[in-house]
């Protein structure tokens, strides 16, 4: 049993520091849906990733069926347009990217949404991503990636049409 504790309280020593470098957060903000004629024919996702001290690497899975409140599902909806605003304290200028990776692994933003501005709000429009590949139809990675800011803050705004 002693040499159990023992052993118990060295892992936690050496995976304590490993701790201090842990990645960003990424929370889901109030989803806002655009009626038209009575129905909701556009979503704006909005997710804000925060920096835990250097490192702003984070990641929100987005799920189709679960992510809109009142059970709207937007499986089978087009990404029209993403929007990178920077916070306060902004990522890395000219250099975080925004990744979104499908379930099986298809890289939606095909590196088009790359080295965003640290002060600027940018837009990415769905047209250049390509409808075919910005269709949701499972669930998706959202990454944010390569800042070396502490403590930066970055919103994205995923705007999805209806067919």
Known sequence: MRRFLIMLFAG????????????????????????VDGKAQRV??????TA??????????????????????????YLLLVETDPGGTG?????????????????????LIDD??????????G????YATGMITNSWSITIGDNAVNNAVAVVYLTFVSN
């Open 12 to 35: 936690l020593l050496i995976s304590l520091p490993l701790s201090a470098y842990a990645l960003g957060t990424a929370t889901l903000g109030n989803v806002e849906k655009v009626f």
């Open 44 to 49: 704006i996702i909005p997710i804000t990733f």
């Open 52 to 77: 835990d001290g250097a490192a702003l690497e984070a990641t929100y899975t987005l799920n189709p069926d679960t992510v809109v409140p009142g059970g709207l599902s937007i499986k089978g909806w």
């Open 91 to 111: 990522p890395t200028n000219g250099a975080w990217d925004l990744d979104i990776t499908n379930a099986n692994g298809f890289l939606v933003s095909q590196n």
């Open 116 to 125: 965003r501005s640290s002060t600027a709000t940018q837009q990415v429009k």
């Open 127 to 130: 047209s250049t991503i390509g």
